[in-house]
């Protein structure tokens, strides 16, 4: 049904709480903000940086890129191993590879970054391209992660009703739509159904295995 599979990174194949939420706290502590639970931490999951320190913590515009810059502090040396696989993706990925599919990451995260973690943990075998942002925060919304994707595979308007979206928040489900591509949620992650269905996804799993049906 899909020939070109784009997922997303953080919360669809991998969990990166401890890296990200040590993260951030790292930079709130250099402001001297206080430090929210680590549930709402794990809010700040999957959204570009910038959005996350302006729109979610209220950051004023003019402090965020030095936000990001204290975040990165921390991520670049430490909180980007601080990660982990979620069970199930390397089989599944390895088995839509055996069956001809092209793979393909289409995350927020700086594609430097990306790539080190794709590599740090096996996987970059799987995937034809590791599509991100740029250090600067530029091409940072999924909308433009996703057509900077397609460009690299190099599909056109015709090729879209080959490619399936795989993420775990909004802004894969919108920056999809956006593009003119079919989207899947996958609940494993760190957003919610409600968030999902109100995003206009496609199609929504609960699990890695339920993954293959939608995909096959």
Do not use: W
């Amino acid at each position: 049904m899909f020939d070109y599979i784009f997922f997303d990174l953080d919360g669809t194949l991998t969990d990166p709480a401890q890296g990200i939420t040590n993260s951030f706290i790292h930079a709130l502590k250099y402001f001297g903000r206080e430090i929210p639970s680590y549930e709402e931490l794990c809010k700040l999951i999957g959204p570009p940086l910038p959005y996350s320190f302006e729109t979610i913590l209220g950051f004023p515009k003019e402090n965020v890129m030095e936000a990001v810059a204290k975040y990165r502090e921390y991520f670049a040396t430490k909180g980007l191993y601080e990660n982990s696989v979620y069970p199930g993706i390397p089989e599944l990925l390895q088995t839509l590879k055996k069956k001809g599919k092209h793979l393909v990451v289409a995350t927020s995260k700086p594609e430097e970054y990306s790539i080190k973690i794709i590599e740090h943990f096996g996987l970059s075998k799987y995937f034809d391209f590791v599509c991100g942002s740029l250090m600067d925060e530029s091409r940072s919304k999924k909308s433009e992660v996703i057509a900077y994707a397609l460009q690299r595979c190099g599909l056109s308007d015709s090729d879209k009703e080959r490619v399936l979206m795989v993420g775990d928040r909004f802004h894969d489900i919108e920056g999809a739509k956006q593009n003119g591509l079919k989207s899947c949620g996958v609940l494993f992650g760190y957003g919610s159904r409600e968030e999902l269905e109100n995003a206009g996804a496609d199609y929504i799993v609960k699990d890695v295995m339920d993954l293959y049906k939608v995909i096959e």
